[in-house]
């Protein structure tokens, strides 16, 4: 079993940056893809960006919108999955949830078992 909470989440300019945390329990979670994915109200949940297990090499993916703007990492020591989010813009604003899943990076919400209860993004133009 796998439980998520993210955090960082909060209201900021245009072009400022935000990094979000995401804090896991489990003792194999280096074992598991990492994810973040966001969603604004009547929309679906849309996937931002992923990174791999040790076993990957912790290869990471991202959403076109953000390649080059947000960076995702992880930290196995600390359990800790985080979503670095720069030149942000007014249509970043969502709510960003952490996910975690025992495949292989996967860009559809089915490729992960577990997820946190999510952290809101504001972005105010």
């Known amino acids: 079993q796998v439980q998520l909470v993210e955090s960082g989440g909060g209201l900021v300019q245009t072009g400022g940056s935000l990094r979000l945390s995401c804090a896991a329990s489990?003792?194999?979670?280096?074992?598991?893809?990492m994810a973040w994915f966001r969603q604004t109200s009547g929309k679906e949940r849309e996937f931002v960006a992923a990174?791999?297990?040790?076993?990957?090499?912790?290869?990471?993916s991202y959403t076109d919108s953000v390649k080059g703007r947000f960076t995702i990492s992880r930290d196995n020591a600390n359990r800790t999955a985080y979503l670095q989010m720069s030149s942000l813009k007014p249509e970043d604003t969502a709510v960003y949830f952490c996910a975690a899943g025992p495949s292989r990076i996967a860009g559809w919400e089915t490729g992960y078992d577990y997820w946190g209860q999510g952290t809101q993004v504001t972005v105010s133009s």
């Open positions: 990174i791999g297990s040790i076993l990957s090499g912790s290869r990471t």
């Open positions: 489990g003792r194999t979670l280096h074992m598991y893809t």
